[in-house]
């Protein structure tokens, strides 16, 4: 069995309070522009979209 990532090295987007899935607000990277993002992945033949 294969476990894959699919990940955009291009992709840029800001980490922000919406999109953190943490319980906790107090991130540093919040209003942080990044670069890169997982878009799917494979694991143990479950799919998992971004």
Known sequence: KANLVVFDVKEEWE???????SKSYN??????????????TCNNNRLFKS
């Not at 980490?15 to 899935?21: A, P, S, T, W």
């Open 15 to 21: 980490y922000n309070r919406k999109n953190n899935l």
């Open 27 to 40: 991130s540093p990277f919040i209003g942080q522009k990044l670069k890169g993002r997982v878009l799917l």
